[in-house]
C-alpha cells in the first residue's frame, strides 16, 4: 500500500461559516416576524478557518485545544454532520463516532431498546445485536438498569453504553468527543484499554480532550486548534508541551 492510499482522513482548507443574530430576540414570535420581514440581521462567524489535516490508517490523532476553539466542529465535518462552506473532506473507511451525548438514543425507550436502535442505526442487523448484546451490557456495567428509560440515565451511565455499543466492532475510524470526561474514573480507563486494544488492532483513532495525559497515552500526533484556526500540528508530545506552554506565555 503505498502512502497516498494509507490515507484514510484527508481536509483541505476547511472553512466552516455559522451566521449569528446580531441583536437580541426575546422570544420565536418576534424572531420569525422579523425573519419573513427580512429585518433580522447575522453577523458571520468561522468556527473552522482554512484547516487542513491527513491522517492515516492506524493512526491516533488528539484534537487540542480550549473551548470554542472548533475541535468538535472539525469532528462534525469528518462525520458529515456539518458541511464546509469552503474546502473538502475525504474519507476512506467506516467511522464510529461518539461526538455528542445522548446521540442516537430516544429518551423515552428503555435502554434494551436503544441498543437495538442505536445498532441499526450503525448497520448491524437484530440478529447480530442479539449475539453481541450481553458483551454490550457487561462492558457497561448497567445490568440492573436496561429497561429503565434512556431519559432516566447519568449523563455518565449513557456514555458508558454508547461507547460500549459502539466499539463492539473494530471500526476502521473511531471518533470520541470529551464525553468519556462524563464517566467514573475506573470506567475511563476500561475505555482507554479498549481503544489502546482497537488501536493495536489497526483502528485510526481521533481524540478530543482537554486532559493532556491522556492524549500523550493514546495518540501519537495532535491538531492544536485556536479560534478556528490551526496552531500545531504533528508529533503528539511536541504539540501537547507546546499547548502547556502557552497558558505561561498567554499565547
Not at 455559522?18 to 429585518?39: G, P, T
Not at 484534537?63 to 473538502?88: E, F
Not at 475525504?90 to 461518539?98: D, I, K, R, T
Not at 442479539?130 to 432516566?152: G, R, S
Request: hydrophobic fraction near 45%; include cysteine; glycine fraction near 8%.
Amino acid at each position: 500500500m503505498t502512502a497516498k492510499d494509507d490515507v484514510v482522513i484527508k481536509a483541505t482548507d476547511v472553512t466552516v461559516r455559522f451566521n449569528m443574530a446580531s441583536e437580541k430576540i426575546d422570544n420565536l414570535k418576534e424572531y420569525f416576524v422579523k425573519l419573513v420581514k427580512r429585518q433580522l440581521m447575522f453577523q458571520e462567524f468561522f468556527a473552522l478557518k482554512d484547516v487542513s489535516i491527513e491522517i492515516r490508517k492506524g493512526e491516533a490523532w488528539g484534537l487540542i485545544g480550549t473551548n470554542g476553539a472548533g475541535k468538535s466542529t472539525l469532528l462534525k465535518v469528518i462525520c458529515g454532520i456539518l458541511k464546509p462552506y469552503r474546502g473538502n473532506v475525504e474519507v476512506n473507511g467506516s467511522v464510529a463516532p461518539l461526538i455528542e451525548l445522548g446521540a442516537g438514543f430516544d429518551g423515552e425507550l428503555t435502554a434494551r431498546e436503544n441498543i437495538y436502535l442505536n445498532g441499526a442505526v450503525l448497520g448491524y442487523s437484530k440478529n447480530f445485536m442479539d449475539n453481541h448484546y450481553d458483551e454490550i451490557v457487561d462492558f457497561a456495567e448497567l445490568w440492573e438498569f436496561m429497561d429503565m428509560p434512556i431519559k432516566n440515565y447519568s449523563s455518565g451511565m449513557a456514555a458508558r453504553l454508547g461507547f460500549s455499543i459502539a466499539t463492539i466492532v473494530r471500526p476502521e475510524i473511531l471518533i470520541v468527543d470529551e464525553i468519556l470526561s462524563v464517566g467514573d474514573m475506573a470506567f475511563q480507563e476500561k475505555c482507554m484499554d479498549r481503544m489502546q486494544e482497537m488501536l493495536k488492532g489497526g483502528t485510526t483513532l481521533l481524540y478530543v480532550s482537554h486532559g493532556m495525559k491522556s492524549v500523550r497515552e493514546l495518540c501519537d500526533h495532535a491538531l492544536w486548534l485556536k479560534k478556528g484556526e490551526t496552531v500545531l500540528k504533528g508529533d503528539a508530545e511536541t504539540v501537547c508541551t507546546a499547548y502547556e506552554k502557552s497558558f505561561d506565555l498567554n499565547i
